[in-house]
Structures are given as structure tokens and as C-alpha cells.
């Protein structure tokens, strides 16, 4: 009943920018906490930024300073605005979303299918 689809990837050199967007559609009463995670080659799915409801920010280690997570709750929609992008930050990027459906069960956890970020030198 809930599809998260990103947007917004693909190759871009160090120290550039790219920014991602994540919507949501489908039969959503409201959205708690939204996010985005990673996954590198060879690697474990890791939290990069999240947001709640209220606008309350938290970001990884590795990315703070760098990136901005934000949201729009008229919307439905999260963005992450990655600045002084590194080799490292080269990744699969997932969309999350804790949702409050109008169905039951109501209380849900989406995840959206992935988008690939490519940094290069």
C-alpha cells in the first residue's frame, strides 16, 4: 500500500554535490521518522541521516558537516543534500520510512528500492 521511489543519483566527482529526494505515495495517514541508509560494495547497510516528524536531525559521524537531511511533511517527501562528497561516500542509497497507514496494520516500516551514488576522482 506504500512505495518510497528515490531519485536524484548517480556519478559525480569529489568534492561535488548531489542531492537526493524520496517520495512516498499510497494510503499514508502521517509519517514519524524518515531516513537514509547506505550500503558500499562489500559492506554493511549503515544509517546516514535521520529526521523526525518535528525536524529533529541526527547524522553519522562520517557525514556530519557534510550532509542535510530535510523533509516536507505537506508532502510526504525527504531530501539529502550531499555536499564535499568523498571516494567513501560511493553506495547504494536507501529511503526510510516509519508509517502510519489509514489500514491496517497501521504502524509500518518501508524501505524504498535504492539508488546508486557514484563518486569518482
Known amino acids: 500500500q506504500v512505495q518510497l521511489v528515490e531519485s536524484g543519483g548517480g556519478l559525480v566527482q569529489a568534492g561535488g554535490s548531489l542531492n537526493l529526494s524520496c517520495a512516498s505515495s499510497?494510503?499514508?495517514?502521517?509519517?514519524?521518522?524518515m531516513g537514509w541508509y547506505r550500503q558500499a560494495p562489500g559492506k554493511q547497510r549503515e544509517l546516514v541521516a535521520t529526521?523526525?516528524?518535528?525536524?529533529?536531525?541526527n547524522y553519522a559521524d562520517s557525514v556530519k558537516g557534510r550532509f542535510t537531511i530535510s523533509r516536507d511533511n505537506a508532502k510526504n517527501t525527504v531530501n539529502l543534500q550531499m555536499n564535499s562528497l568523498k571516494l567513501t561516500d560511493t553506495a547504494v542509497y536507501y529511503c526510510?520510512?516509519?508509517?502510519?497507514?489509514?489500514?491496517?496494520?497501521?504502524?509500518?516500516?518501508?524501505w524504498g528500492k535504492g539508488i546508486l551514488v557514484t563518486v569518482s576522482s
Open positions: 526510510h520510512a516509519a508509517v502510519l497507514r489509514t489500514t491496517t496494520p497501521y504502524a509500518m516500516n518501508y
Open positions: 499510497g494510503s499514508i495517514f502521517s509519517i514519524n521518522d
Open positions: 529526521i523526525t516528524s518535528g525536524g529533529r536531525t
